[in-house]
Each structure stands twice: as C-alpha cells, then as structure tokens.
C-alpha cells in the first residue's frame, strides 16, 4: 500500500512538474526577427534568453528568395549572431553568440525558415513562374536545412497575384506549384534522414485576399496554415481602427476579424481547424490627431516610437500617460493618450487570453505570434506569452 501511495503521489507530482515547465498542449508559433537585436543591443531577447518552455516552434524570419530561385538569409551579421552562434561586435562591443537551434533542440522546441515577408516578395512572382526556379528553390531549401539544422520551412509570400508586389494573375496556381515541389523535396529529404520536415505559410485573413490562392490545393500540402489575423486596420486606413480585434466591432465591419477568419478557412474551405493557427500581434498601431476609433487620424505616431512600431513592452513602459479603454464587442483593450492627441490599438493580457481559449473552444491548432520579441520586458519577463501559456497549459 505504501508502495502504491508513493507511486501515485510520483504520478501527481510528474503531472504538476509538466504543467509547469512543459511544453503548452497547443501549438505556440514564435516569429523570431533576424534583425531586431540591432534595434536595442541593450536589452537583446537572445536564442539564451528565449522562454522555450512557453513555445512550441519558433519561425526565424527572414530568408529572402533571390532571382534564381535560391533562398538566403536577409541579414548575413544576424545569421552568423543567432543561427551560428558565432560573437559579433555591436556598437563596439562583443556580444557572444548563441545557437537558436541548438537551445530550441536543447528544450525540445522546433525552427522554422520563413522566406519572404512583406518587405522581400516581390521575387515570388517570377521564379514561381519557372519549373527550374521553383525547383532550385526547394532544393534551396533543403540546403538551408541541412546546414543549420531547421525542422521545416514557412513560406511568406505576401500576396500571389498582388500587382505592386509584381504580382500576377498566374501567381495563384504558381504558388501551389511552388508549395508542392517544395513538399516533394522536403518529404525526399525526410525520408534519407527518417525525419518529417515541416512545410506551412504565412496567409492572409480576409477573402478578398485568400481568393487569390487555390486553397483546396495546398491545404493538405502544408502541416499547418498559419492565419495573420493581425494588421485587420492600420494608419493605411483613413479611419483610425482594431489592430486585431477577436469579433466583429460593429455591424458595418463583420470579415476582419479572427472569429471571421477562422470561419472563412474552416466553412468555405473546409480546411480542418486542426491545422490552422491564428495569429495575436505582440505589436499594436498609433494613429496621430484621433481619440476615438472609427475616426479620421494623420498616421503613424514616429515621433514617441520608433519605425520598428508600437510594441507591447514599449506601451508598459508609458502606461502612466494612458486611458485604457475595452471593446467589449471586439474584445481588445485600446489606448487613448490625451497628452499626445493619439490613439493606439494593442493586445494586452487579456485580450489573447481570450484569443488562446478560442482555440481550445474552437479545437484550432494554436496560435502564431508576430513577434515573440514584442512583450520582452526589460526584467525579462514576457505577460503576453505567460497569458497564453495560461490558457494553453490548463
């Protein structure tokens, strides 16, 4: 009996030990920037100080597809920093490296390539064009595996057939063409290695945009698809709006929102919520001569944040000169500064803990977030990811 009394307290004890520090049950997709530590080398989220315990993969962005089809990285000082590991000098001093893979194999965590973004797509269009360009490109990509060591690769093409990107028409079967050499190469590869290499993609949440992509087709391509329900408004707009509400703000305004996203892949294109993941901003957006939502502004605040944007670690550190406010509709706090005439749209705490037990309500995969740097506080503490884990870990 005492046996078993020990045994079963061990059992317990082991439950409590892997709620605690083990991985979430769903996934958690960290964007990691390969260039943000030349934005403040004072207080670096280096791959050491990641909480890979709160993460499930994390997406080190970006590679950059070239001209001739092959992929490389879009900061060279970055990659040798934080995939090699090697120390570099920043602003004349040596800051020791540290592997990203290696810690995130170290704690049981996967990386990811993500080729492209909004700033490096516009080679997309032409080599997926080209078979023997597409060609090079997955077999780039099985390059890029082989020398660092990446579990997979995520495709950010930002958008198929978007005209000022170089898109065209054409784009839209390119793109699966593309996603299914790449599959092909990776599952080739996969196979000499007895391993399974992940291929997802970064993809847009409103119809008008995802009807620009044969997603009966490259759904079962990918392992997960991963939704950017982030950037729904923004200083592009004339009127002032919800970075990343989670429901409809008002009647007028149903399709940009998660609840609607989520909707669009699993109800008009079947995709099974299994494989989809949404995204929460670590991020939010200033809009200058405007205190209210829904009203005209003058664009994005530079002058109290810098061109990297409004994080969530920069809004903690001026609170004090804030009126927070709650959507209860949309369910996402926003700021008014008074003292600066502005508004600003975030996530805070609150907000993707809602955002995450959608997920579990909605059997979703998990959550991406743009990016994992954003709520890096300056005493190392990260209440964003916590509220997620929260949610994730019950």
Known sequence: MKNKILLSNLFILLICVNTLFGQP????????????WRTNPNHLMTPDKIPYNKLTVVVYSFFKPMPDGSVCGRDSIGDRFILNGENVRINGEI???????????RHGVKVLISIGGWDDATEFPQLSASEEKRARFAQSCVEQIQKYGF???????EYPCYADHRGTPADKEN????LQITRERLDEYGKKTDSHFLLTAAL????????????EKIAPLLDMLNIMTYDLNGEWDSLSGHNAPLYAPTSDDTLRNLDAAFNLFTVKYHIPASKINLGVPFYGHTYRDCQALYSVHHGVDTIHFSDQGCFFADLK?????????????AKVPYYIVPAWNELISYDDEESVRLKAQYILDHQAC??????ITGDYLLDGSTPLLDAINTVFKK
């Open 95 to 105: 800051k020791s490296g540290t592997s990203l893979v290696t810690e995130a194999h």
């Open 151 to 157: 579990d997979g690769i995520d495709i950010d093409w």
């Open 317 to 329: 550190q001026s609170k004090e000169k804030f009126i927070q406010k709650w959507d209860e509709r």
């Open 175 to 178: 793109f699966t063409k593309l």
């Open 366 to 371: 998990g959550l991406i977030i743009w990016e």
């Open 204 to 215: 847009p949440a409103v119809d008008r945009v995802t009807q620009n992509y044969e997603m």
């Open 25 to 36: 049950r769903k996934e958690v997709v960290g964007y990691y920037p390969s260039w943000k």
